[in-house]
């Protein structure tokens, strides 16, 4: 038999299983945001990396897409920088914030075991080690970084609400970043079959559902005081900027920034209802190594910051 389709967000969240350790997720974000809501510290949730799309109840397969969580992770260490603190919602085993500077291989390299048993770090590794080692152990104790991982798209979405409603509470110091990259298509739990699928059933025909947009209740319901910055990517340029327009007059938030998949590193386009302007990084930017996230996290942390005002001077009048 076929199941209802999930054509709204409430339909799918009727028909997609709770997560696992979900109360536990939802109750570590609440605390974060009980910490941070009476400071004058502004909160920024960052979703980053892919989602999973299972093809079986007891997952063996399933469809994923190419993202590692670097537009995610860079991101957050530049918020970090700006006095943010993070909620940084991140594909399980992405990249993240600090550590992406390191593979496992990379750190044994860094170090040296002395004659005298001592550990120490090679010299022309330490300085780059020490910088981010200063940043990272500062974020801890100033409590200013949530890791909260998720895996598939219903979980992804799950979590997404509970950090909205969450910081649903906190008003316009909040910015919602969503740089995940989120499956648009999935099988409902009613027609996904328990066991590993086999192959002695032949060729295998999977049939996909839509994901309703859940940017229409973020903006509307969950976090409608918040600054809300949503990603589009594209991979054929003449429909980037039309289908980010779209997307912004749709939603009526207040940034889309379009992005081609090959030259994301490189340069982007800020969209608002206003303007739209392309952020690309230099010559020189590129030689000294600067990531795109710099640009774009100080273009967005001085909107955010118009953003906050206006709301203060629309209580006042
Ligand atoms: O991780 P990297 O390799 O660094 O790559 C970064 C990135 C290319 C993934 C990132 O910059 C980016 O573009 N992320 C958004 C990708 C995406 O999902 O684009 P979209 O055009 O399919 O969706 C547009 C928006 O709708 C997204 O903000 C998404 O959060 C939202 N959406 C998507 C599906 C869904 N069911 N509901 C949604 O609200």
Not at 19 to 28: L, S, V
């Amino acid at each position: 038999m076929k199941s209802k389709m999930a054509t709204t967000a409430s339909d799918f969240f009727e028909q997609t299983k709770v997560p696992d350790n979900y109360d536990a997720k939802k109750q570590a974000m609440l605390q974060f945001v009980e910490f941070h809501r009476r400071k004058t510290t502004k909160i920024v949730l960052i979703t980053s990396g892919g989602t999973t799309v299972p093809l079986e109840s007891r997952t063996v397969r399933f469809i994923d897409n190419f993202s590692i969580g670097t537009r995610g992770a860079s991101s957050a260490e530049h918020f970090l920088d700006s006095g943010y603190a993070v909620i940084f919602l991140h594909r399980h085993r992405s990249l993240e914030p600090y550590t992406r500077h390191f593979s496992q291989q990379t750190m044994l390299d860094a170090l040296h075991v002395g004659e005298d048993d001592t550990i120490s770090v090679d010299e022309a590794k330490a300085p780059n080690l020490r910088s981010i080692l200063v940043k990272y152990k500062q974020s801890k104790s100033e409590r200013r970084l949530l890791n909260v991982d998720f895996n598939a798209v219903g979980e992804y979405l799950y979590l997404l609400k509970a950090a909205c409603q969450v910081l649903g509470q906190v008003g316009s110091k909040v910015m919602i970043y969503l740089a995940a990259a989120v499956s648009d298509f999935y099988i409902p739990s009613s027609e996904m079959p328990e066991h590993k699928i086999q192959s002695s059933g032949g060729p295998l025909q999977i049939h996909l559902q839509l994901v309703p947009k859940m940017l229409g209740p973020l903006v509307k319901e969950w976090v409608p005081q918040a600054f809300i910055t949503s990603f589009k990517l594209e991979t054929d340029v003449s429909l980037l900027e039309s289908k980010a327009r779209k997307a912004l007059q749709t939603y009526d938030h207040q940034v889309v920034i379009a992005n081609i998949l090959e030259t994301r590193k490189l340069e982007v386009v800020l969209i608002t209802r206003d303007c739209a302007e392309k952020i690309a990084l230099s010559e020189e930017q590129i030689k000294n190594n600067v990531a795109i996230e710099e640009l774009i996290v100080e273009h967005l942390a001085a909107m955010h910051d118009s953003h906050i005002t206006g709301e203060l001077s629309n209580i006042d009048t």
